[in-house]
């Protein structure tokens, strides 16, 4: 029964205000939807902990789609053996890691200890960090506690588990044999998507990907219903 | 409305085809852009309402409030005033910085939001209701036991406050106010609140209240010292000045102690324009001051020391321009407009000649009405004395010959008076004049040509004003005495003389000087000098003051466009003054009104008359041997006795009882019960409050303040305040043991704390006096009430309206006092008060025939046998006064019956009201309600008082306007109707002056004319029109003949001395370290005062945010200290701290101070006083100066901030040192 909640109910609780959450924020709180970036406040201790921490968790994330999206299959199928994979994922896991880490630390440290940042701080910035930190802290620890690659292979139990989630043909059978440490990253993990749409998380969907495609001038157009109404008081 | 779209739906008009142009150099997509209308709404407001600010910085801006959502978000400027004409720059636009600033007050942290009471003194209360069967009870249980009363008064100023209704706080209040009518007398409840121009309905709705209860109002300007003494000296006039536009008008400007850039901020565009015109501007200022840039000339003078220079100033004219030649124009003037030609005997005083007092008709033997209120002139035709036209008798007799025509009264033939004897004297006499100097006392001799004279007691000499003034300027006319043969000769009041004592080169003064009078020979009189508090808030500020109005008066400017004097110190002129003063002093329901100078009041309820050191002998003239009495305060017991100054709490008993006591004793009628008064005096059975103030019978009780911050801005002797007044912790390092005991004064040794039962605050911030206070009640500000403001810089009466209503529990002041009213009528009929009756005392007031009571200037004083008590004579006015207290709220809401069978008036002129009262029961409605009041107009509400105001006033109604000046007409037999006839059918409204600023109508009530769209100047239609000063001589004044004046030597104009003051006598608090003694000034601030708070944010943000002190440099350098350092200030009177401003701006020897800089922003501790630093006021008190108290003598009679001692605190010294350790008192 506690392995049907947590490996099937509670990922679709996570997932529901996950979508529904970035909705909801994004419909009605346009102007919240922001970094809510304290650099103006601080500046030195940010550029080394901001830059670690998102270069970190980028090849982190990058290093999550390797794992736990593709299937081994398609690895196989390209001649990739086990231990090259594992070599690779660790060779990139775990600076990457580290990285993201340290970044983290020094966030925390420079939210805690400025006091110009301290007292501008919201509840929803300690959580975010909180649960940044133990998501990865236990990812870490995860991943270092399984350096050897005739140990544990997340890629026949975690990964299919995940995809079948995703696919709604949910399976928690292939999560009998995980170790509790990858457990408790997950399940850190889906706490912090739980809590992700109200936080200042929602900034990863600002990307400003639009950029790299755009023109040097941009017009925006009135829409014909705005121009009959033009400001639009409420 | 359209819906909204969704944020999330326009997202996917990414979806859309991108149209790309421009070889895709640019695009237009479809994103979403109502983001765009937060940047849109910014600048939008749903509504925009005029108004103004009511704070004293006498700007009167119009101003635009912008409202958006129910929030005022911001103000600007009104562009909509009246021309000015078209050849000069119009007033638009006006307002500074400060006051576009204010919105940020209203929902500030210190706007205070709810009632308040603090937690020790409610509880008590609520107990006592529990106990007591009605509030009076519930009160007395508090106030008669000692511990209680003590527990709640010691925790003033120490927080504690909880949040209460409006009924709570009200009965409250309520309840101690009965209980002091009842139990000490009606005189005992005080109310405070200054400058009604700035508000006038606020003012009005306060004073009203007090007026009905019985209460006094406390002056303020003589209080602050804005009063300038020179002005009811020389003129007989408060004070009365040109607009700002007028400036544009003159041809030569000295501004003289006055910053006009940071003071005057929305007028000085005026200097500047008038520059451009080709107008010279001289500065003459101790500091680098903001008008100093203005200037082409910088007069640096030594601070205090500006008397001398003026003396010097007017030497030169003197000598050139009436003795070495002589210039028609001035002659002409001087003959017609000033006291010059009057005759002054000389007597002999021992071996030598003294000048005496004005030469009467009655010592003439004249039969003649008023004969010993008539001086006469030497008539050149008939070669004889003559009494001309305009004198004050003439005033009084009715006769029609009140007018400047130079016109023999007796026998009506023109006079041709003679400005001086030279040539056809009878002998040179050598006459004694006093002089003071920082080295003591002496006497000058100098030489007049005298006359001799058959009067009554026999043959005198006589001279006249200007001979003696020729004298005292030490002008060589080649007859000898001790005078200057240049201006290089060290002789008083020569260049070079002036020289050693203001540090301003000789050279520069005479240049300034025949500049000056040369510009006025060229212009006819446009030379002006503007003065200002620079020059005003000094001990000796009167003969300051009046060395300088001389100068304007030698070159006949004043009373001419774009000259004259032009004095800024806190004046506004309430412009709508006869319908105001019928409101606010509720003459409609009662008379006489009690109205106390403020001055008088502070110094004997705050004590700080029990800590005077230096004997009034050490200022008093060399020719006296003794001052009458050594203790200032005697003089004001004198004062108090002969009716000079009002007194109140008046006698040692409750009016009402005294009331019944005379009627006991068979007394009925007002007379009866007046000499019996004067009978209980006289045999001492009855005592005036004033000769025992330490006396518990004697304490004012209740103190309402509003408008007003006196605990921290206005209260001069901050810590005696906290000492005495309010019995809570105080910071004062002085103690009276040694000081100098009165005569007239019962000593107590033991001195009170505690004085007051309730203070009582009613404001919008949370400052001082509001934390100070008992009881707190939230008030509007000026973006949420009806009200009036004028002022004497521009010409018109501008609107406040409600751009919100007032917010959370806030009231405008009108509500509050009408809920009071209710409060008080309530607790009145539940405990069942009769209607009472009640033995009032008022001072002999000027602009009534009271102005002619004691003659000759004697002081004769009925309580050393000297003469007989008759009240209104040689004693204050007796009278008896019915009041209602359950009727208070019912009189308080409608505009009585008075209005209509009494005559209104103002400044000795009076007419009939009747028909404008008709009216206003039409245009505002009755009182519906069966009681006292039903049928009278209904003034329930602020804006229909502003109506009546408008409709009852001569500058607001043409019709009243011209009864006025045919009122005057009368008095004067002159042709004046004119100057008002062209607007007779103009009625302000309050619509029609919220739609657009109305230049006021030219009134009697002032003395300059508006007429066809002139520019205001005062006292043209004197000049003009031939309206007589209100002065003995109907003239301006060079010499004042009172007994009093004589004593301290100040007949004439002259220089005299700061006061010498050291920070310590004795006892002085352990030297640490470096440190400076300097003359401590508090001065206005840019940052604040007037036009906007201290403690406000976005002023706070312009200059380090605190309290800061300016010092010299070298100053600085010597006592250690940097910039910004902190630094505390002290002297027996209690420290402040700061931080330092060290700039070369400010010479050495002095420091600023800023006034009013809020002690509840940024103040540390000091190991002085082991509490935080005190307020700007700490390190001061006042000094009273016993001239200012005289009384009964045609202009040196009392009127309500008219006359009266100025509460002046600057002739004191601080120590200054760095802050040792600066400790914030946290934990």
């Known amino acids: 029964m506690l392995e049907q909640f947590l490996w099937v109910i509670f990922p679709y609780i996570v997932l529901t205000i996950f979508i529904g959450g970035h909705i909801w924020r994004y419909q009605y709180d346009q102007f919240g939807w922001t970094s809510k970036s304290s650099e103006v406040l601080e500046k030195k201790q940010l550029r080394l902990g901001s830059l670690m921490f998102h270069w970190g968790i980028l090849f982190v994330f990058v290093g999550h789609v390797m794992g736990i999206l593709i299937p081994e299959s398609v690895y196989a199928t390209l001649g990739i053996t086990e231990e090259t994979y594992h070599l690779i994922a660790l060779a990139g896991g775990i600076p990457a890691g580290l990285a993201a880490l340290i970044g983290l630390l020094i966030l925390i440290r420079r939210r805690a200890t400025v006091k110009r940042v301290r007292v501008t701080s919201s509840r929803g910035d300690w959580i975010a960090l909180l649960f940044l930190a133990i998501v990865i802290a236990s990812g870490l620890s995860s991943t270092l506690l399984n350096v050897d690659s005739r140990g544990f292979d997340y890629r026949t139990t975690i990964g299919p588990w995940f995809r079948s989630v995703l696919l709604f043909h949910p399976d928690p059978s292939y999560m009998e044999t995980v170790p509790v440490w990858f457990k408790i990253h997950i399940l850190a993990a889906l706490s912090i998507f739980a809590v992700w749409p109200f936080t200042r998380l929602v900034h990863v969907f600002s990307l400003p990907l639009r950029y790299l495609r755009r023109s040097y001038v941009v017009y925006r157009k009135r829409m014909p219903k705005q121009a009959e109404q033009p400001y639009n008081i409420h | ?1227």
Not at chain 2, 1183 to 1204: D, E, R
Request: hydrophobic share 35%; glycine share 8%.
């Open chain 2, 1 to 1227: 409305m359209k819906q909204k779209r969704s944020p999330l739906w326009n997202r996917f008009k990414y979806m859309k085809p991108i149209e790309r142009y421009a070889n895709e150099h640019s695009e237009a997509t479809y994103g979403d852009r109502a983001w765009e209308n937060a940047y849109r709404r910014r600048w939008q407001h749903d509504k925009v309402v005029r108004s103004t600010h009511g704070v004293n910085c006498t700007g009167s801006c119009s101003w635009n409030i912008y409202v958006k959502d129910g929030i005022v978000t911001w103000e600007g400027q009104q562009l909509d005033y009246p021309s000015t004409g078209p050849d000069m720059p119009d007033f638009e636009p006006r307002g500074c910085p400060r006051g576009a600033s204010f919105s940020w007050y209203i929902y500030s942290p210190l706007r205070v939001k709810y009632p308040y009471v603090r937690g020790v003194l409610i509880d008590m209360w609520r107990e006592a209701l529990q106990t007591h069967k009605n509030p009076l009870d519930a009160w007395k249980s508090i106030v008669e036991n000692p511990e209680k009363a003590k527990r709640y008064k010691q925790a003033r100023g120490k927080g504690g406050f909880v949040r209460v209704s409006w009924d709570e706080a009200l009965t409250l209040v309520a309840a101690s106010l009965l209980y002091t009518v009842i139990k000490y007398g009606p005189d005992r409840n005080v109310g405070f609140s200054p400058i009604p121009a700035m508000s006038m309905i606020s003012y009005a709705s306060g004073a009203r209240f007090m007026q009905l209860m019985g209460g006094p109002m406390l002056s303020f300007y003589d209080w602050y010292a804005d009063l300038p003494p020179a002005s009811p000296q020389i003129w007989g006039d408060q004070t009365d000045v040109p607009e700002s536009s007028d400036w544009y008008n003159s041809g030569y400007i000295i501004t003289w102690g006055s910053n006009v850039p940071l003071t005057r901020t929305p007028d000085a565009h005026f200097l500047a324009e008038v520059r451009y015109r080709g107008t010279k501007v001289v500065s003459v200022s101790p500091d680098y001051a903001e008008s100093t840039k203005f200037a082409d000339d910088w007069l640096s003078v030594k601070q205090g020391t500006d008397g001398a220079l003026a003396m010097a100033m007017g030497h030169v004219i003197l000598k050139e321009y009436y003795v070495d030649q002589q210039v028609p124009y001035f002659q002409q003037y001087a003959k017609m407009y000033t006291d010059f030609p009057f005759v002054v005997t000389l007597k002999k005083d021992g071996d030598k000649w003294v000048a005496g007092r004005f030469l009467q008709a009655k010592d003439l033997g004249r039969n003649v009405i008023n004969a010993e209120w008539k001086p006469v002139v030497y008539d050149e035709n008939k070669k004889t004395f003559a009494i001309p036209h305009g004198t004050i008798g003439s005033r009084w007799d009715d006769q029609g010959k009140w007018n400047l025509h130079m016109v023999d009264e007796e026998t009506e033939q023109p006079i041709e008076p003679r400005l001086s004897f030279l040539g056809i004297e009878d002998e040179l006499v050598t006459v004694h004049i006093p002089y003071f100097s920082d080295e003591g006392g002496k006497t000058i001799e100098r030489v007049v040509p005298a006359k001799k004279a058959q009067t009554e007691d026999g043959e005198t000499y006589v001279t006249t004003v200007y001979d003696l003034v020729l004298a005292n300027y030490g002008v060589d006319r080649g007859i000898g005495g001790n005078v200057a043969r240049t201006y290089d000769d060290l002789v008083p009041f020569t260049p070079a003389w002036q020289e050693a004592i203001t540090g301003v080169k000789r050279e520069l003064v005479i240049k300034i000087a025949r500049e000056f009078a040369q510009n006025a020979i060229d212009t006819n009189g446009r030379s002006m000098i503007i003065v200002g508090a620079g020059i005003n808030h000094w001990f000796n500020s009167d003969t300051i003051y009046r060395a300088v109005l001389n100068l304007v008066l030698f070159v006949g400017a004043q009373g001419v466009n774009g000259g004259g004097w032009a004095h800024y110190v806190g004046q506004e002129k309430l412009r709508p003054v006869e319908g105001w003063q019928t409101i606010a002093m509720a003459r409609d329901w009662t008379m006489p009104p009690k109205l106390q100078n403020g001055t008088s009041f502070f110094y004997f309820a705050t004590d700080q008359w029990r800590y005077e050191e230096m004997p009034v002998d050490e200022l008093v003239s060399p020719l006296v041997k003794k001052a009458r009495y050594s203790h200032y305060a005697d003089y004001n017991v004198l004062a108090a006795r002969l009716g000079w100054l009002p007194s109140y709490p008046t006698f040692n008993k409750n009016g009402i009882d005294l009331y019944k006591e005379a009627i006991a004793n068979g007394k009925t009628t007002p007379e009866q019960i007046g000499h019996y008064v004067a009978e209980q005096l006289k045999t001492k059975q009855l005592q005036f409050a004033i000769e025992d103030p330490d006396n518990e019978v004697n304490f004012p009780r209740n103190l309402i303040v509003w408008r007003a911050n006196l605990i921290s801005s206005s209260g001069k002797g901050h810590e005696y305040f906290l000492k005495h007044l309010l019995g809570t912790t105080h910071g004062l390092l002085n103690d009276d043991e040694d000081s100098l005991r009165p005569q007239e004064i019962t000593w107590r040794d033991e001195a009170p704390e505690g004085k007051l039962d309730l203070l009582v605050n009613l404001d919008f911030r949370m400052a001082g006096t509001a934390l100070y206070s008992d009881v707190v009640l939230p008030a509007a500000t000026w973006y949420e009430k009806h009200d009036l403001s004028s002022t004497d810089m521009h010409p018109f009466v501008h609107p406040f309206n409600p751009a919100i209503s007032a917010p959370w529990e806030a009231r405008s002041d009108w509500d509050i006092f009408k809920s009071l009213a209710k409060a008080v009528s309530d607790v009145a009929k539940q405990i069942g008060m009769k209607p009472i009756k009640e033995v009032v005392a008022t001072p002999l007031l000027h602009d009534t025939a009271q102005e002619l009571t004691q003659p000759f200037g004697k002081v004769k004083d009925w309580s050393k046998g000297e003469c007989e008590p008759i009240p209104g004579k040689t004693m204050p006015n007796i009278h008896v006064v019915e009041r209602d207290y359950t009727l208070i709220y019912d009189k308080m809401i409608s505009l009585g019956p008075n209005v209509a069978k009494q005559p209104m008036g103002t400044k000795g002129i009076a007419w009939s009201a009747k028909d404008e009262y008709e009216k206003l029961k039409k245009t505002l409605g009755t009182i519906k309600h069966a009681s006292i009041a039903a049928g009278c107009p209904d003034i329930s509400s602020a804006k229909n008082a502003a109506e009546a105001i408008l409709t009852l006033s001569s500058t607001t109604n043409g019709k009243v306007a011209v009864k006025a000046w045919e009122a005057l007409e009368k008095k004067t037999n002159l042709r004046l109707a004119d100057l008002a006839k062209e607007r007779e059918e103009e009625c302000f409204t309050f619509e029609q002056i919220t739609a657009q600023p109305k230049t006021v109508i030219t009134s009697p009530a002032f003395s300059g004319s508006e007429k066809g769209g002139r520019r205001y100047s005062p006292f043209t239609t004197n000049v003009e029109r031939l309206i007589p000063w209100r002065t003995l001589t109907g003239r301006q004044s060079f010499y004042l003949d009172h007994e009093l004046m004589h004593e301290f030597g100040e007949t004439m104009a002259t220089f005299k001395p700061m006061l010498q003051h050291r920070p310590f006598s004795k006892k002085r608090p352990e030297a640490k370290g470096k440190e400076i003694i300097l003359n401590y000034l508090t001065p206005h601030n840019k940052w604040s005062i007037h036009s906007m708070y201290f403690d406000s944010l976005p002023m706070l943000t312009l200059f380090r945010g605190g309290p800061t002190v300016w010092i010299n440099k070298d100053d600085a350098q010597e006592a250690g200290i940097r910039d910004n350092d902190w630094i505390e200030c002290f002297n027996r009177n209690g420290v402040v701290v700061a931080r330092a401003v060290v700039s070369y701006r400010l010479p050495r020897g002095m420091a600023f101070m800023h006034h009013a800089q809020d002690r509840h922003i940024n103040v540390p501790g000091t190991k002085l006083t082991n509490n935080r630093g005190g307020t700007h006021n700490s390190p001061t008190r006042i000094h009273v100066k016993p001239t200012h108290m005289i009384g009964g003598y045609a202009q040196l009679s009392y009127g309500f901030n008219y006359y009266g001692p100025t509460g002046n605190q600057r002739d004191l010294y601080v120590i200054i040192r760095k802050l040792e350790e600066v400790d914030w008192l946290e934990d």
